[in-house]
């Protein structure tokens, strides 16, 4: 019996943690039940600090600026994460000079990826080049290393990055979200219908994927 796929999509932002989080939940859901080649998974951009310059901000600075947060709640949030990302394969390296950056070239290439196919694999390395190896994510020569090792080309990343065209695709995206009161990632949408926003469990993200894919909850 053939099976129609489900479209999953995936908003979210490259330096956002419980993105990388959900994420893996999400792929543990997949893989647990054998579901890879019923899937269509695309990703859509968020900007969690559209305004953020190049340079970025130090991360410890920011989230006391941004969210209120002492510097012992900061410390006790990485070391969470850490313990997270072991529980689910994935490297957290923070430091003291941790910083965070602008997002929007990123976002720019990952449109460019999906339209060759390679979208999963540049987000993918886009986290584990910022989260793992401290990667400057808003400087272009850094992003158009990390492109080329999944397959990119050069000159079409430039292309990508310079047409103000993509640039007003990304912002009439972003508009959308807002309009539809998405104000927080990952939020995870299935078959145009369902959203399940912040890092879910594996067994929430397997439930919703029995329900779509039509399948049997007994059946475990």
């Known amino acids: 019996m053939s099976h129609s796929k489900l479209k999953i999509d995936i908003i979210s932002d490259v330096v956002c943690p419980w993105c990388v989080i959900g994420v893996q939940h999400l792929k543990d859901a997949v893989v647990k039940n054998n579901w890879q080649d019923r899937i269509d998974i695309e990703w859509y951009p968020f900007e969690l600090n559209p305004d953020m310059p190049p340079e970025g901000e130090n991360l410890r600075e920011h989230i006391a600026r941004k969210y209120g947060a002492s510097a012992e709640e900061s410390e006790q949030n990485r070391q969470r994460l850490i313990e997270f990302g072991k529980s689910v394969g994935f ?58 090792k999944v397959g990119l080309e050069v000159d079409e990343m430039l292309a990508y990055l310079h047409d103000s065209a993509e640039h007003d695709k990304l912002d009439v995206i972003e508009d959308q979200w807002r309009e539809m009161d998405i104000s927080g990632v990952p939020t995870i949408v299935f078959n145009n219908e369902k959203g399940l926003t912040g890092a879910q469990s594996v067994e929430s993200y397997e439930e919703m994927l029995r329900h779509y894919l039509g399948e049997d909850s007994s059946k475990k």
């Open 91 to 148: 490297e957290f390296n923070f430091t003291d000079e941790t910083r965070i950056y602008n997002t929007r070239q990123c976002h720019i290439l990952l449109d460019y990826a999906h339209s060759v196919g390679l979208q999963t694999q540049l987000k993918i390395a886009l986290f584990t080049a910022y989260f793992t190896d401290g990667k400057n994510i808003s400087d272009t020569d850094v992003l158009l290393n990390i492109g080329e």
